[in-house]
């Protein structure tokens, strides 16, 4: 998430500002114009205050004579970064920070403005709402939770129906992350506007899902990759794929004025949201007909299969001008400061899709890391490719 | 936040379970079936850990062999119970606990189920949707963010104009405080299913506002009750009141199916949402009929005054028999629990209204303090007395 600037570093950071990412009259994080965050914490009578705000090694906060503790970063890449303090050993959000859920908790963060870029804020022109909706899964038997984005014109145009984006969250994020991190709303309240995208229902439901009966065990000490934690997200990859195909699709037909059919539904995720697009997509080619992976895709971690595009999803991309009529998008993305593996994963994916034939868009973000900024980008690119068919039948009434 | 009980402390806690309110997958808070709660947190290197649950003194937690600390508290009055933990002097959020903003951070709380109560619980009756709106305001030159609840049919009965209830959270806390801590959305679901509520919109909005050019001081250091912070409290009042009847209102009445006179507005709020609520309201009568102050009604704090019903609110209780043809219903509640002050307060201001003759309703929530299960309870007593003055028109499509 460092920037590869040569500036000097023993320059005092200037013009520091409170991050948009704050809570109400909290001055701290602070950001500079040359991307530079200052963290300030309480913390008196700590033995030793640690930040972790990217990749690689934690580092050591000064503490200062009035019992905070302080930590200057180099400039950073823009966009939305994750970090937690570590208070002799307890590792802890910042209380100046908004709480973003992520890392499978509160975390704190702090917003780096892109300068000169603006099509993930607030504009003056029309506004989607964002919805909240509860329904009950036959699947989990219990109620679940999901944000659904009407685009700006939805109440007025009662007679208009819409296509849908189901969009997911990566690990350890949940249903609030595209709003709140990702400011989805904005980027297509934006698109939109402009004229670039057709205006879309976007759909962003919880990525977690346990069948009735099942009980997940303790996964205290079981990281991620470990067989314990990988069969629990097999076993929930699944309850969610049932209850996003047999639950939740169905409930937002019914309660929204979608256009029901595979011509008019898409999905895409990020990171572990990417794994469930293509797992869900790909078993259920009859209800979708656009694909988007975020700095995730196919399902490696969970198969221990090597990717071939004859044999991939049940044979699915073995003739790609069938594919192609088939599926109207493939898009993958990927940050080209992201860890190498992911990096790689991704590159080999496009590499053997262009390798087979198969139509697909590969893009990467510049510069940006297994980051929200890279996911915004992505949005953007994806979004105004989707519903623009012109054999589909247009968005209409019945 | 105690009950005051006879049982055994020095019994070890049985059925303990996650709390409901924790994050996925998180053990820890526990409750069990008297309502006693375990906190329990890693803090490895810390010399002394305090969790600060309830008014009075904080407690140390114990430090176990593995790096934990914990804390099992005798039995807790149930509902939501904010808290934080102080690592060696860091006062922090617990990672196991989901962030609900109060205290004007991102703090967690512990939910202990009232045994037989579930009138705040999502059930199997027709839901309404929170919605996220951003507006522009002129007020404070910023976009605002609010959350709108609609009524289960809203979506169906397109014809069908409903009366709006504008409710605030309380000090500290955010427009998301209502649904998240609160559940009105399902209070309300329940109520209208009962039957004995209107269908009605409830708009929540951000008590926190600045009028353009208004620089806010730090306030670092300076404490509620403070000189400095009541000015900003008395700025940010009176720019709350200029958004909400110049900017907010007329945004509402244009976005959604509303009944946009008094007879079907209505507003009230927790706490400094009680103060906003008797300003806003009293200052114009012309766009409220409806008033509630829940553990918060007038403004002392602010004006110094004490509370005349002759002079008060500029002679609006003067004429009870007026008054009571003018305002179809002046709620005030305090939960029995809460510290002396509150309570007397609104005790001496429900006495003040009898001996006036004012007509009101007193609201008393059994064994609760200055905390959401007194306002959930609340909200369940006061929502159903709205919309319901038969001189009003019905309801009706125009």
């Known amino acids: 998430m460092l920037l590869a600037a040569s500036f000097c570093f023993a320059q005092e950071p200037g013009d520091l500002k409170p991050a948009t990412s704050n809570v109400l009259d909290a001055q701290y994080p602070k950001v500079d114009g040359n991307s530079r965050v200052q963290i300030r914490f309480k913390a008196p009578e700590a033995t030793k205050v640690k930040l972790n705000i990217w990749s690689g090694p934690k580092v050591d906060m000064e503490k200062q004579a009035d019992g905070f503790w302080t930590f200057t970063t180099p400039s950073m890449v823009p966009g939305l970064h994750y970090y937690t303090l570590i208070v002799d050993g307890a590792e802890v959000s910042d209380p100046g920070s908004t709480a973003y859920f992520g890392g499978s908790k509160w975390a704190s963060a702090v917003e780096v403005p892109e300068a000169g870029v603006d099509f993930y804020q607030p504009k003056d022109v029309p506004h989607g709402q964002v919805r909240e909706i509860w329904y009950h899964s036959s699947v989990t038997g219990a109620w679940r939770h999901a944000f659904v984005y009407l685009p700006p014109d939805y109440d007025e145009q009662t007679k208009t129906r819409y296509p849908v984006l189901y969009l997911q969250h990566g690990g350890g994020e949940d249903e609030s992350g595209w709003a709140r991190q990702g400011k989805a709303n904005f980027i297509l309240d934006n698109l939109i506007a402009s004229g670039s995208t057709k205006p879309m229902i976007i759909v962003m439901a919880n990525g977690y899902a346990s069948r009735v009966g099942y009980v997940v065990p303790d996964l205290t000490g079981k990281p991620f ?85 004859k044999t991939a999803y049940n044979g699915a991309l073995t003739d790609p001008s069938e594919f192609a009529k088939r599926v109207h998008l493939l898009w993958i993305g990927v940050g080209t400061n992201e860890p190498e593996r992911m990096k790689s994963g991704l590159e080999s994916l496009h590499n053997s899709l262009d390798a087979g034939g198969v139509k697909h868009v590969f893009y990467e973000s510049p510069g940006t890391d297994h980051e929200w900024q890279t996911w915004r980008r992505d949005l953007k690119d994806f979004a105004p490719r989707l519903f623009q068919t012109p054999s589909q039948p247009a968005s209409s009434a019945r």
């Open 225 to 309: 990759g470990s067989p314990e934690f990988m069969k629990v997200m097999q076993e929930r990859m699944g309850a969610f794929e049932d209850d996003m195909t047999q639950v939740l699709i169905p409930f937002i037909d019914k309660t929204f004025r979608t256009i029901p059919d595979r011509d008019h539904r898409a999905m895409a995720g990020l990171s572990m949201g990417g794994m469930q697009t293509f797992q869900v997509t790909f078993d259920h080619l009859d209800l979708f007909s656009y694909i988007g992976g975020f700095s995730g895709a196919g399902n490696p971690f969970l198969t221990g299969t090597k990717f071939d595009v």
